[in-house]
């Protein structure tokens, strides 16, 4: 059999292991997620919230590798549940500030669980999670490199 359409299988690609893995660990979180009303994307930017408190929102997009296409609809989201507020920065008024509400950090405390729920979900050595997190963020930081930021 030739050699020449090798590159094109499945089994040679590196980029498929890793999507089915990240679709496979956001369906793992949904549960945990649906008792805290919160999508996965949401979730991750709570998290960002929790984190910086005050943020402007190029700031969250730049942290989740997320546009302000797929970002201002969930922003939108969370402060109609009044998890963050949204406002123009008072220095630059093209600048808009995500800023988390008291209602946002209460919800914190209901998410510490999520972590620990998910860590039974990966059948991972916890030196086996930090190898493959340091080897996912050295190639985003490649990839992030190739784009020119």
Not at 27 to 49: A, G
Not at 52 to 76: A, F, M
Request: charged share 30%; with cysteine; net charge neutral.
């Amino acid at each position: 059999m030739s050699k020449k359409y090798d590159a094109l299988k499945l089994e040679n690609q590196l980029c498929f292991p890793l999507y089915a893995c990240s679709k496979e660990i956001v369906k793992r979180y949904k549960p945990f997620l649906d008792k805290l009303e919160l999508t996965y994307t949401q979730y991750i930017t709570m998290m960002v919230m929790w984190e910086h408190k005050n943020i402007s929102v190029k700031e969250i997009g730049e942290y989740l590798y997320l546009d302000s296409g797929t970002l201002t609809p969930v922003l939108k989201v969370l402060e109609k549940k009044g998890y963050i507020s949204r406002e123009r920065s008072s220095e630059d008024e093209r600048v808009l500030i995500a800023s988390i509400t008291d209602v946002g950090m209460k919800l914190r405390d209901k998410a510490l669980e999520v972590p620990k729920q998910m860590g039974t979900c990966v059948n991972v050595t916890p030196e086996e999670a930090k190898t493959l997190y340091d080897l996912l963020y050295k190639v985003l930081g490649g990839l992030s490199t190739e784009d020119g930021e």
